[in-house]
């Protein structure tokens, strides 16, 4: 029996040792985020949406100059304090526990100065979260009040492969546009929306001139911005901040069809934003 006993404990001290071994030499769970390159310029504000309030904002260098939207909780506006930087890091953490990492750079003519990270969708509804709640719900309510009014606008629409996109009513409250819009298909296949985006644009430019376009990014959208069923019309109202055109430029609005060709753009010029109704 004592011997059994002492075999019995020569096993336990050999595996005890052997677990404390290989607890010693177990390397510690690390996960690796890799940073996502950023460039921005010095003359021109580059938006960082993100899909909850922005927490923290961590500058690599001085060289950025960073804040966030004033009113808006999930939108960091950044620019570059001097020109030709050295490359840099910018670190943002989320209401939701997440982190962001970028490596920041400077570049003349950054390839976009709008950039969703997350699962933010333009089409969804909300883009920005406010913290006024009341700003939040009266805009929302406009947009609720516009989106079924009768028409106020005439001749801005595209029309292909009995598809249309029309703009049919500009409003203004505040410092928000809200354009209502008409979105038919007459065709008998399904039209699925990749993308329904605002730019301003250079009306006329040479060839050897690089063209510039701003993209727009909605406050919010009211109505189904991503699907038209074959044989329906539907309503969309979509919430801008107020901007005016300059000259030589206009605004574009383009709807995209996924994985297909029957895309349409609009245009709409000052003096159809000038005389928006006044909500």
């Not at 961590?58 to 939207?69: E, F, M, P, V, Y």
């Not at 953490?93 to 997350?118: H, I, M, Q, R, W």
């Not at 383009?254 to 609009?266: A, I, P, T, W, Y």
């Amino acid at each position: 029996m004592k011997k059994i006993s002492a075999v019995w404990m020569a096993g336990l001290f050999i595996i005890t040792a052997l677990v404390g071994a290989k607890a010693q030499t177990a390397k510690p769970l690390s996960v690796d985020l890799q940073p996502y390159p950023l460039t921005i310029t010095y003359t021109k504000t580059t938006s960082l949406v993100f899909p909850y309030a922005i927490r923290s904002v961590d500058r690599g260098s001085r060289d950025i100059l960073a804040q966030k939207t004033p009113g808006v909780e999930n939108i960091l506006q950044l620019k570059a304090a001097k020109r030709g930087f050295a490359e840099t890091s910018l670190t943002v953490v989320t209401a939701d526990g997440k982190l962001y990492p970028y490596t920041v750079s400077y570049s003349e003519l950054p390839p976009s100065l709008n950039l969703l990270f997350g699962n933010t969708n333009t089409s969804a509804g909300h883009i920005a979260v406010f913290d006024d709640k009341a700003t939040n719900d009266v805009i929302a309510s406009n947009a609720r009040n516009v989106i079924d009014r009768e028409r106020t606008v005439k001749g801005i629409k595209d029309h292909k492969y009995d598809i249309t996109l029309e703009v049919t009513g500009l409003y203004v409250h505040n410092d928000v546009f809200y354009v209502q819009l008409r979105l038919a298909n007459h065709s008998s296949i399904d039209y699925d929306v990749q993308s329904l985006r605002f730019f301003v644009k250079d009306r006329k430019r040479s060839k050897r001139t690089a063209s510039q376009a701003l993209e727009l990014t909605p406050l919010y959208v009211r109505g189904d911005a991503n699907h038209i069923a074959h044989a329906c019309t539907q309503n969309l109202c979509i919430a801008l901040s107020k901007f005016t055109i300059p000259d030589k430029k206009y605004c574009e609005l383009e709807m995209m069809e996924k994985d297909g060709g029957r895309n349409l753009s609009v245009r709409l010029k000052n003096k159809r934003l000038i005389h928006a109704a006044v909500i």
